[in-house]
């Protein structure tokens, strides 16, 4: 399975777009890149997933080069209610799901 | 229901016992994972089902953890001769499907377990 590497923290204030990037440089053909967003004392919550170019939904932006070695997950004018740990994932499907530490987002009034 | 339940939501129990957890995913969904998540960090995965064949437990830690899901539902992960170090939130999740890497899981609420 492809390891992935984000950072460990990040700060940002209200209102500002964050942008959190994970490197995946051992990402096979039939992976798919998924984030997942998890609050203090809940599980995991599906954000968006890609495969390659940019892909958008009405909570973030992913965006994947060509060579798909990395992606990056851009969160518009964030608040504070977005303040979580933001994971990064490679998934090929019905098989074992490494979720790795995670990106602690804190955003500041 | 709604979404993914998981029963008790708190366990404490003596080291040395058994103990059940129960997971019930969300009606229709195929796939149904197990996690163990220590305090901040990332789940671990434990174990993954299709229907009710055990697909891969390369994650359980060890043969004191076995997990079932008999009718392709429900999914049990029993924990025996429990110790201390199995204190963790145990996370249940499932997905509509099981291919291609594109679906979506969906956790449960999670059981804290204490062994003391």
């Known amino acids: 399975l492809a390891k992935t590497t984000q950072p460990i923290s990040m700060d940002s204030y209200e209102g500002q777009e964050v942008n959190i990037t994970c490197s995946h440089n051992n990402i096979a053909t039939n992976d798919y890149i998924t984030w997942y967003q998890q609050f203090p004392s809940q599980g995991p919550r599906f954000i968006i997933q890609?495969?390659?170019t940019k892909v958008t939904n009405e909570v973030a932006s992913l965006f994947i080069p060509a060579d798909r070695k990395s992606s990056t997950l851009s969160l518009p004018r964030v608040s504070l209610s977005d303040t979580a740990v933001y994971y990064c994932l490679v998934t090929t499907g019905g098989f074992k799901t490494i979720f790795g530490a995670g990106t602690r987002l804190f955003v500041k009034a | 229901g709604a979404g993914v339940s998981q029963s008790p939501r708190y366990k404490v129990t003596k080291r040395g016992q058994d103990v059940a957890l129960r997971c019930d995913p969300i009606s229709g969904h195929v796939s149904l994972y197990w996690y163990r998540q220590a305090l901040g960090q990332g789940p671990e995965f434990l174990t993954y089902?299709?229907?009710?064949?055990?697909?891969?437990k390369s994650g359980l830690p060890n043969d004191r953890f076995s997990a079932e899901r008999p009718e392709g539902s429900i999914s049990t992960l029993t924990i025996q001769r429990t110790e201390q170090r199995d204190s963790a939130m145990y996370r249940c999740a499932s997905s509509l499907t099981s291919g291609a890497g594109q679906e979506t899981q969906y956790f449960g609420p999670g059981t804290r377990l204490l062994v003391l």
């Open positions: 890609g495969y390659k």
């Open positions: 089902f299709n229907y009710e064949a055990q697909q891969d």
